[in-house]
């Protein structure tokens, strides 16, 4: 069982190009996250989806998209990427939204840095 | 802006001792979660408390819940090098149910 892949690794991309981070996950789960992981300030909500078809701003959306076409795929998309938006990327999938009890599961990360 | 406040942010001490991390908020919770980060990785959940005043213990880590739902805690007796990693608080809101993320704290067991 793969749980919650993501691609690429990393990635060293120039500002003012169009980038697209891949996530996907395997466990049937209906919720989808994506954060960033900058030191000192934590992991910050970019987007979320609570089930497929759906999706959400979070704290720190301004830069990014997404889509959730299926249940499987989570896709980030920088449309023109900035220096700012250098970050390690995690995405998460837990099986449902609002719930306490919910448990994120996330995958390995992208480090990109824009330059 | 909701905020939850880990400390200490970095926390060295050596093998065999005990230490507290602490996690807090002006704002009360309907649930906190703590979850562990080693490097390359991503987090991974330890516990999830719900109930002011609730204790949990997993061998030989003690999270507890504040009272007043505002604030948690995490107890390890006897740490051990294993114990290396960042250690996250994460709460849910209850306005729009998303988790926010304490900044976490560094803790290095060293043998």
């Known amino acids: 069982i793969a749980g919650i892949t993501q691609a690429p690794t990393s990635q060293i991309l120039a500002a003012g190009r169009r980038m697209t981070l891949r996530c996907t996950q395997d466990m049937r789960h209906n919720a989808m996250y994506w954060y960033r992981q900058d030191l000192g300030l934590g992991l910050r909500l970019i987007h979320y989806?609570?089930?497929?078809?759906?999706?959400g701003k979070g704290e720190v959306p301004d830069g990014y998209s997404v889509s959730r076409a299926n249940t499987d795929d989570f896709p980030l998309t920088l449309a023109s990427a900035v220096p700012s938006q250098t970050s390690v990327y995690f995405c998460?999938?837990?099986?449902?939204?609002?719930?306490?009890?919910?448990?994120?599961?996330f995958g390995p990360g992208t480090r990109l840095t824009v330059l | 802006t909701q905020l939850l406040e880990q400390s200490p942010q970095f926390l060295s001490i050596q093998e065999g001792e005990n230490l507290t991390v602490y996690c807090n908020s002006s704002s009360v919770f309907s649930s906190l979660q703590w979850y562990r980060q080693e490097p390359g990785e991503g987090p991974v959940l330890l516990v999830t408390?719900?109930?002011g005043g609730e204790v949990k213990k997993l061998k030989r880590l003690t999270f507890q819940f504040g009272d007043a739902r505002k604030d948690s805690s995490l107890h390890i007796t006897a740490a051990q090098p294993g114990d290396t990693g960042l250690y996250l608080c994460?709460?849910?809101?209850?306005?729009?149910?998303?988790?926010?993320w304490g900044a976490g704290t560094k803790l290095i067991i060293k043998p």
């Open positions: 989806s609570n089930t497929a078809g759906t999706t």
């Open positions: 994460a709460a849910l809101t209850e306005s729009n149910y998303q988790l926010i």
């Open positions: 998460a999938s837990s099986r449902t939204s609002g719930s306490g009890y919910n448990e994120q599961f």
């Open positions: 408390v719900v109930t």
